[in-house]
């Protein structure tokens, strides 16, 4: 499935919208999420996992098992640089992933991973990422169809034009992306 990640839940204050979309598809034992992107400007400073990515162009996907408190959130800039936690909310119960758990998350990106500050323009770039279904259902084997409950974003806080964009409305005064009562469900085959 295609999803466009188009929300603009505060236009007042951020009205910019790059052109974001993700194909999302499974194999039973991976997930895999390829983004497209394009939009002005493209920034990417973070080159260290678990580095603060939404700063930069970035994408971001975000799930939650039904039934489970606790949700995920797998962040990645441009260049592949990415954040991975379990949580139960935005300052609430994180776990980072390890670094052997970051190290099964394959990257591939449209740029290699070099820092660069912020350029202008007009850019397009791809992100893919093949997560294991292991780091999102843990121990539990999970029984196809499986529905997850996620939220897609698009975001930049330090460039020109800041952004936070999303799949499903978020219905919050202010950008955050850390509320799982927004999520949507997807349905994996």
Known sequence: MILNVDKVNWPDSFPYA???????????????????????????????????VWEDSCVEFFCQVPGDKHYMNFETNCIGTMVGTRRLG?????????????????????????AFEEKDGMYEWEVELEIPLSLIFGDKQPVFPQTLLVNFYKCADLTKNPHYVSWQPIQLPTPNFHCPQFFGEIVLE
């Not at 974001?20 to 895999?32: A, F, K, P, Q």
């Not at 609430?92 to 992933?97: D, K, L, S, T, Y």
Request: aromatic share 6%; hydrophobic share 30%.
């Open 90 to 114: 935005k300052s609430e119960g994180i776990v980072p992933f390890t670094p052997a758990q970051m190290s099964m998350i394959k990257r591939r990106c449209t740029y290699a991973r070099e």
């Open 18 to 52: 790059p052109q974001t979309s993700v194909e999302v598809r499974n194999d039973h034992e991976n997930l895999y999420l390829h983004w497209r992107v394009k939009g002005e400007q493209l920034r990417a400073v973070t080159t260290e996992d678990q580095g603060p």
